[in-house]
């Protein structure tokens, strides 16, 4: 059964920084990060594939920064200067297909085939 592990989620305050991880159980040469905070719909925040291509949603531009360790299963997101409304739950997830992460097609929740349970993450002003 093909699953994805979040790590890293916690309680910090603004201006602060989280590290997410995301083990998964099979080696994907395209990868995602989402969220989805109470009363809204599931975000894009990034995408990366395993050549080093990324893709960021607007709100998360210049402030978070994915990577992807593929020989470790492994995917990453360092997100700093952290702001309250970047309060959520945070999703690691699978595109369909592996084109996703050349473009921002993977930032698009319909383009996913697998979801990772989630972490929760709060910021606080």
């Known amino acids: 059964q093909e699953r994805l592990l979040e790590s890293g989620g916690g309680s910090v305050q603004a201006g602060g920084s989280l590290r997410l991880s995301c083990t998964a159980s099979?080696?994907?040469?395209?990868l995602a990060w989402f969220r989805q905070a109470p009363g809204r719909e599931r975000e894009g925040v990034a995408t990366?594939?395993?050549?080093?291509?990324?893709r960021y949603g607007d709100s998360v531009k210049g402030r978070f920064t994915i990577s992807m360790d593929h020989a470790k299963k492994t995917l990453y997101l360092q997100m700093d200067y952290l702001r309250p409304e970047d309060t959520a739950v945070y999703y690691c997830?699978?595109?369909?297909?592996?084109?996703?992460?050349?473009?921002?097609?993977?930032?698009?929740?319909?383009?996913?085939?697998?979801w990772g349970q989630g972490t929760q993450v709060t910021v606080s002003s």
């Open positions: 990366a594939n395993k050549l080093g291509t990324t």
């Open positions: 997830a699978v595109p369909t297909f592996e084109s996703s992460c050349k473009t921002t097609d993977g930032l698009v929740p319909q383009s996913i085939a697998i």
């Open positions: 099979a080696y994907y040469v395209c």
